[in-house]
């Protein structure tokens, strides 16, 4: 399973980017997905997870009600739109599989993983 992560950039503080993830090698119905991110010095951190069929979402308490996780399967596409965007969340995000949604905030329990996306918010 192949994983590309797009839509980073720079963004002002209170803006808005949207994240994508491709999925090839695999199809993404058969997948649960999870966004994390991590910032210069500090730990991969969960922001984010969806089951296979979109019915259960997931966030960490600092995004919640900024940030809204979605898929569509036909595309083999998950998303991350980040909005009220803030310093802090200015990251590498990372979007990955976890075959079997076994401790979906674990970064450890996920099994394939995109390169990541530089995400950029100024003050």
């Known amino acids: 399973v192949q994983l590309v992560e797009s839509g980073g950039g720079l963004a002002q503080a209170g803006g808005s980017l949207s994240l994508s993830c491709a999925a090839s090698?695999?199809?993404?119905?058969?997948?649960?997905m999870g966004w994390f991110r991590q910032a210069p010095g500090k730990e991969r951190e969960f922001v984010s997870a969806?089951?296979?069929?979109?019915?259960?979402?997931y966030y960490a308490d600092s995004v919640q009600g900024r940030f809204t996780i979605s898929r569509d399967n036909a595309k083999n596409t998950v998303y991350l739109q980040m909005n009220s965007l803030e310093p802090g969340d200015t990251a590498v995000y990372y979007c990955?599989?976890?075959?079997?949604?076994?401790?979906?905030?674990?970064?450890?329990?996920?099994?394939?993983w995109g390169q990541g996306t530089q995400v950029t918010v100024s003050s």
């Open positions: 969806i089951t296979r069929s979109g019915s259960g979402v």
């Open positions: 990955a599989v976890n075959l079997y949604w076994i401790e979906y905030k674990v970064a450890a329990k996920y099994d394939y």
């Open positions: 090698g695999g199809t993404l119905s058969s997948f649960h």
